[in-house]
């Protein structure tokens, strides 16, 4: 909610919200998460960005969302109504499948439920980098973590 309200001021005083401030929102917003499993922090990472931007690209021209094949990444994607949905709703709607996560080890019939929410917090994953586009009345938000987390058979923490 802190995350929120700071870009909520920063746009009331600034009159618009900058690429960086949503940049140093999300990269909060996945280090609180992480902080409350123990995980390292994030650092912001313009090679993931760039990857991110690509592939946001590439969506907003299909209009629809599907995980990009090979780029070495770890990749979530978040797709909603632009003016009620944001860039932290695609953060939070992903650290909420913690609810169905205690810790164990990944498997194929668990990753649905929770592999945003593992991949925000992999213990090995160092770096961030997020994008936007949109497409219609649509924005698409690709954040891309390297090194990629969810690997089976392995716990998140």
Not at 22 to 35: G, T, V
Request: proline share 4%.
């Amino acid at each position: 909610m802190r995350v929120r309200l700071f870009i909520w001021l920063t746009w009331l005083l600034a009159g618009s919200v900058s690429a960086a401030d949503i940049n140093q929102a999300l990269l909060k917003a996945h280090n609180a998460a992480r902080a409350e499993v123990g995980a390292a922090p994030l650092t912001w990472s313009a090679r993931a960005e760039s990857q991110a931007t690509g592939w946001a690209r590439v969506l907003s021209q299909r209009c629809d969302i599907e995980h990009s094949q090979g780029s070495g990444f770890g990749e979530n994607l978040f797709m909603g109504t632009l003016g009620y949905y944001d860039e932290l709703d695609g953060v939070k709607s992903w650290e909420d499948e913690k609810r169905f996560y205690s810790g164990q080890p990944l498997s194929r019939e668990l990753v649905p439920r929770v592999g945003h929410y593992t991949q925000m917090i992999w213990p090995v994953t160092r770096e961030l980098g997020c994008a936007t586009s949109t497409c219609n009345n649509i924005m698409i938000l690709v954040c891309n973590y390297y090194p990629p987390g969810n690997y089976l058979g392995e716990p998140a923490w």
